[in-house]
């Protein structure tokens, strides 16, 4: 596994470091690195997204992002500190096998629809009162495989359980 090293001069105290990897197209923080540290920003004020078009719309696969963080790191002053920040994958991929379904050409649209695509810098969801303005649709279409089957496959940001999100909604699943 690839590591990468940052270094940093801070004063003695305690410290919570935060690691997204990949954050780049289509992933968007909402505040530059230089924003952040000339408006004295915290992780509070910082957000990460999935950009998308306005019909807000998944076709291929995104790319791979990861997150980890580190909490209470005490920082001593007068001696060198080392800490590693281990990071898990915050895309998964879902494989689907369909049976029972008459084949058609060119195949059926499978489609999970998540409110998913807004997350503060400390990998909570953004509370917007409106789910719509961070609900993503990914889609795939179900090929058949010539033996009563059906099958597809598609990588997703990471699909939670609402009840650990108050006004997170469950993700749908539907097959057209």
Known sequence: MASTVFTFELPAGSYRFVAWSN?????????????????????????????LGAD??????????HFGQLANAR?????ENEF??????????INFTVR???????????????DNSHYTFDNN??????ASQRTLQYKR???????????ASMKVLRITDPELYPGKKNPTLRIT
């Open 75 to 79: 920082v001593d002053s007068g001696s």
């Open 23 to 51: 954050q780049s197209s289509p992933y968007e923080l909402n505040h530059s690195r230089e924003e952040s540290l000339q408006q004295g920003l915290t992780y509070r004020d910082l957000e990460l997204s999935f950009a």
């Open 56 to 65: 807000r719309t998944v076709v291929e696969d995104m790319p791979d992002l």
């Open 125 to 130: 969801y953004v509370p917007y009162d409106d």
């Open 84 to 93: 590693t920040v281990l990071a898990i994958p915050y895309t998964n991929i």
């Open 100 to 114: 029972g379904l008459a084949e058609k050409a060119p195949g059926y649209t499978l489609s999970i629809t998540d």
């Open 141 to 151: 279409t179900l090929a058949g495989d010539g033996r009563g089957q059906m099958k």
